[in-house]
C-alpha cells in the first residue's frame, strides 16, 4: 500500500553522543531535505519511558499529492557506551592491543583484509598512531634521561624518570589529541565489538532483548503500513539481533498487517559474524536470510571506510541458506551524487563525515535519500526495486508523478495494493 503512517525504529551505532545532539542533527537535516524537494516538515519534540532507554518523536511530512506521518524510536545506549569510554587510559590501551593482536594470529585480520581492505586499513589506524605518538614520547623521555646523566644522575633515578616522562608525554598526548584522532573512543569501539561477539556484554544483550519485545509489541498492535528497523554503523549488527530475536519471540513477525523491513545503512556486521565465537550470530543471519515475511535491505558505499564493500552479509559470513535464500537486497550507494560537486573534494576526506552522511540529507535529489525513506509515501521494498519511479515522484511535473505512481504499483488517486508477487534486487549503482 502507499506509506500513510509509518513507524522507523533508529538503531544508532556506538555513538557516545545519545539522543540530545542526535535529534538537534536529525531536525536539521529534516529542514534540509525539506527546502531540497519544496515539502512542508514538522516534527514534534522527543518523550520517552521513564527507564530513558528509548525516545520517541513524529514527523508530519506534506507534499503536493501526499501526506505521511512517521513516528520515529530512537533507541538508546549511550549510557553503556560512557561506562565503557570511563576506563581507564592503561586498561583501554592493553586490552585493546591484546585484542588486536589476537585478531592478527587468529586469522580474523585476514579475513577483514580479504573482505574489505579499506576497513582493515580504519581498524588499524589507531594501533599505527599509538606507535606514532608512544615513538615521540620515548624520544622527549630518553632526551630527559640525558640530561639528568649529564647533571650526574645516574641508574635507577635516571631510568625511573625518564619513565615517568614517558607516561606522562604519551598520557597529554592521548588526552589533548582525542578529539582530532578519536584513538581512545576506535580502541573502545574494538573492546566493545570484540566482548559482544564472545557472549561477554550481558547489560547489551538485555537490552537487545528489550527493544525485540518493543518491535513484536509495534508489529502486534501498530495501524502503520510499514515498520522500518533502521541499523546505521554497529547498529547494523545490533538491528539484525533486534530483528532475529523478534522473530524467535513471534514467528508471524512480518505477518500481523504492517510490512516489516530491516535496513542495514554502512554497515559493519563482519566485526561481529567473523569471530568463530560469534556462532549463534551467525545463526540469526541466517535467520534473517531465508525469512518470507521480512525484507532486508543493507545500503553499501564504497566511500566510507567504516562499511564494508561489496559485501553480502550472508554469504560473506560463508552462511548456505540454500535456495531458500531471500535477504539481503544490496544496494550500492555513490556519495558523489548526492554531495554538490562543489563540496565533493572536502568532504569525502571527513571519514566520520562520509560515514554519516547515510543518516544525513541529500544536497542532491537522489534515488537514496535517508529522509525520503522515513518521510516518503512509497514502500521501502518498492523505492529500491523501481528507484527511477521514486525519484520521479517527487522531483517531477504533475504528469511525470502521476506516471510514477502508476509505476510503482501504488495509484495515482488511491492506494492499490502493491504488487508482492514481484522481487526486484538492487545489485547495480542507484541512479
Not at 59 to 71: L, N, V
Not at 241 to 246: D, L, P, Q, S
Amino acid at each position: 500500500m502507499r506509506v500513510q503512517h509509518r513507524h522507523v525504529i533508529y538503531v544508532q551505532g556506538y555513538d557516545p553522543r545519545g539522543l540530545a545532539q542526535y535529534y538537534r542533527m536529525f531536525r536539521t537535516e529534516l529542514r534540509k531535505f525539506g527546502r531540497l524537494y519544496d515539502l512542508a516538515t514538522t516534527v514534534s519534540r522527543p518523550k520517552g519511558p521513564p527507564d530513558g532507554e528509548s525516545a520517541s518523536w513524529r514527523i508530519e511530512t506534506t507534499s503536493a499529492g501526499w501526506q505521511t506521518r512517521t513516528d520515529y524510536d530512537f533507541l538508546r545506549w549511550e549510557d553503556l557506551i560512557q561506562r565503557d569510554l570511563a576506563w581507564p587510559i592503561w586498561r583501554t590501551l592493553a586490552y585493546a592491543i591484546a585484542i588486536y593482536w589476537r585478531l592478527v594470529f587468529s586469522g580474523t585480520m585476514g579475513r577483514f583484509w580479504s573482505a574489505h581492505w579499506r576497513f582493515a586499513t580504519f581498524i588499524s589506524y589507531p594501533h599505527v598512531l599509538l606507535l606514532n605518538e608512544a615513538i615521540w614520547s620515548a624520544g622527549i623521555a630518553w632526551a630527559f634521561g640525558i640530561g639528568l646523566q649529564a647533571l650526574g644522575i645516574h641508574g635507577f633515578l635516571a631510568v625511573g624518570g625518564a619513565m615517568a616522562v614517558f607516561v606522562a608525554v604519551l598520557g597529554t598526548l592521548l588526552k589533548t589529541t582525542e578529539h582530532l584522532s578519536y584513538l581512545l573512543y576506535l580502541m573502545s569501539d574494538t573492546i566493545f565489538t570484540w566482548q559482544f561477539s564472545h557472549g561477554q556484554r550481558p547489560d547489551w544483550d538485555a537490552r537487545i532483548d528489550r527493544f525485540a519485545r518493543h518491535l513484536v509489541e509495534i508489529a502486534q498492535t501498530s495501524d502503520a503500513q510499514e515498520i522500518v528497523l533502521v541499523g546505521h554503523s554497529s547498529g547494523s549488527f545490533l538491528g539484525s539481533e533486534i530483528v532475529a530475536r523478534a522473530l524467535k519471540l513471534d514467528p508471524e513477525l512480518g505477518r500481523h498487517g504492517p510490512r516489516v523491513v530491516l535496513l542495514t545503512l554502512g554497515g559493519n556486521i563482519p566485526i561481529v559474524g567473523f569471530h568463530k565465537a560469534a556462532v549463534g550470530f551467525r545463526e540469526h543471519l541466517r535467520l534473517l536470510a531465508v525469512e518470507p515475511s521480512i525484507d532486508w535491505i543493507d545500503c553499501q558505499s564504497r566511500k566510507d571506510v567504516m562499511n564494508f564493500f561489496p559485501f553480502d552479509p550472508v554469504t560473506g559470513h560463508d552462511i548456505d541458506a540454500g535456495s531458500s535464500k531471500r535477504n539481503p537486497t544490496i544496494v550500492p550507494v555513490r556519495f558523489r551524487e548526492i554531495i554538490r560537486p562543489e563540496h565533493y573534494n572536502r568532504f569525502r576526506w571527513k571519514f566520520f563525515r562520509v560515514h554519516f552522511q547515510f543518516v544525513m540529507a541529500n544536497e542532491r535529489p537522489h534515488p537514496y535519500d535517508f529522509y525520503m525513506i522515513v518521510c516518503g509515501p512509497v514502500p521501502l521494498k518498492e523505492r529500491f526495486s523501481k528507484p527511477v519511479a521514486a525519484l520521479a515522484l517527487v522531483t517531477g511535473d504533475a504528469s511525470s508523478r502521476q506516471n510514477a505512481w502508476h509505476r510503482l504499483d501504488l495509484g495515482a488517486e488511491s492506494p492499490q495494493p502493491a504488487d508482492s508477487g514481484s522481487r526486484e534486487t538492487v545489485a547495480r549503482r542507484l541512479g
